[in-house]
């Protein structure tokens, strides 16, 4: 017998690596279609696949039907689809802030959980090299439920010299700005307090036994080495005036302002 006549059992499709399920979303005016497969790492699609309002529906089957997402921008679903795609081929997502911003909203939303620890380590990282504004942490820890990035990013803006900008201000909201504004008098008053403490003079040491005072003249005998004065600290630390207002403190209240 040939083997030209051997009847071959015709291959199966692969149970997880066959993707020929696909569906079609309409954010804005654009159409996208998403492998099934990856949209089931989602807690949220899981549920909605399972819905009986997909159940025999062409719903999301065809350009013609697509699933209508509404309160999310096509720039989101960009930036999503991108880190999608990056995870797909193990690549480490580099993008800018704004579009990291913007995937992990999704993200959050839609609960991929791996995909949202991978992107706050990245984003993280990013913050520790100083490469993002305060007002921007704030706003994404927000939206995005990130707690250890929120208390920093506010400190940063009680801290600096400069005060809050417009700009900052609208997209802070009356009440964070009101209490931002209330940290940093407090933070001014505990330094001034402490300035008529010690007579307005700098802090100087004896370069010899290290014995110091806020004057100009030292009473240990040695010989007083001029030294670079030691700039003083505010008593009571930033965070835990920040942490005091109950707006600053937690995660919860909307943000008033969303850029276009």
Known sequence: MSKDNIQRTPPSRHPRYYDSEYLTFAVDEYLFRLPVRRLKESK???????????????????????????GITSFEMESFVE??????????????????????????????????????????????????????????????????????AYQALCDRAEGVTTEEAKRLGMDRLAAIYRVRDRRHASTAAQNAHTGGHPLHYCGYCGCNRYSNYLDCGHAYTPTVPVVQTPTLPTLDLIKAEDILSSLDGPLPYTRA
Request: charge should be negative.
């Open 44 to 70: 949220y699609f899981q549920d909605m696949l399972g819905s009986e309002h997909l159940g025999g529906s062409v719903e999301g089957t065809s350009d013609e039907h697509p699933i209508a997402l509404g």
């Open 83 to 152: 880190i999608l795609d990056a995870r797909v081929f193990g690549k480490k997502a580099q993008r800018e802030w704004k579009q990291l911003a913007a995937a992990l909203h999704l993200v959050t939303m839609w609960e991929f959980e791996d995909i949202r620890t991978s992107l706050v380590e990245d984003m993280s990282q990013i913050i520790s090299k100083g490469g993002v504004e305060p007002i921007d942490r704030i706003e994404v820890s927000i939206q995005c439920r990130v707690s250890d990035w929120l208390h920093p």
